[in-house]
């Protein structure tokens, strides 16, 4: 059984521009959910998505934007980057909303010079 | 209000040492599930353990062991005779339900390393 698959896992990226991270959940899972995680703030909830829609959101400005596709699949956008985003995006997929069981993928490292 | 926390930052032993990660928790649902997760140097998140809040017997599994006790609002976890390959920063995690909300909230994570 495959994993939580994101690509890419590593970027770089310069300020003023944008950047989208994509995660495949395992198959199967409807819930995909994505953290961001830095060295002053540790692991934060970025926002959560099931069956196609945005069911909650973390405490991020609106440059941080998402989608999920009918095959579950996901993508976060990050655009106008700014130094501070640089940080290890991680996704966790399961199988419903509100899930008593996330597995992660390996997280893509963003880096914004 | 939800909240984990590991005061341990980082701990050093060396290989066979048995060490214990302390966590503590904060929340006001009658029942919840707690979780561990290990992050290796390559970043991965991987599960260790689930936790309800029903169950508090005690856990083991090879050499890792969890001891839950409700009443001090803790969850500990305790590697026996350490590797070097447990060397990992480990998260102790507790799901947040309700209303819009719906996440895991994270300690800030203890950093083990095991010196050979």
């Known amino acids: 059984k495959a994993g939580v698959t994101q690509t890419p896992r590593y970027l770089i990226k310069t300020r003023g521009q944008q950047v989208t991270l994509s995660c495949s959940p395992i198959s199967g899972h409807r819930s995909v959910s994505w953290y961001q995680q830095t060295p002053g703030q540790g692991l934060q909830f970025l926002f959560e998505?099931?069956?196609?829609?945005?069911?909650n959101k973390g405490n991020f400005p609106g440059r941080f934007s998402g989608r999920q596709f009918s095959n579950s699949r996901s993508e976060m956008n990050v655009s106008t980057l700014e130094l501070g985003d640089s940080a290890l995006y991680l996704c966790?997929?399961?199988?419903?909303?509100?899930?008593?069981?996330?597995?992660f993928g390996s997280g893509t490292r963003l880096t914004v010079v | 209000a939800q909240k984990v926390t590991q005061a341990q930052t980082e701990i050093s032993v060396v290989e066979k040492e048995d060490v214990t990660l302390d966590c503590v928790y904060e929340?006001?649902?009658?029942?919840?599930?707690l979780f561990w997760y290990k992050q290796p140097p390559s970043g991965e998140l991987v599960f260790l353990i689930r936790?309800?809040?029903?169950?508090?017997q005690n856990e083991i599994s090879g050499r890792y062991s969890w001891n839950f006790q409700k009443s001090t609002s803790s969850f500990n976890f305790t590697i026996t005779a350490s590797q070097v390959v447990d060397s990992a920063v480990y998260f102790c995690a507790l799901p947040h339900y309700g209303g819009a909300t719906n996440k895991l909230i994270f300690g800030t994570g203890t950093l083990l390393a095991v010196q050979p």
């Open positions: 929340t006001r649902d009658t029942t919840y599930y």
């Open positions: 998505y099931f069956s196609e829609t945005q069911r």
């Open positions: 936790r309800n809040s029903f169950d508090e």
């Open positions: 966790a997929s399961s199988l419903v909303s509100q899930g008593r069981g996330y597995t």
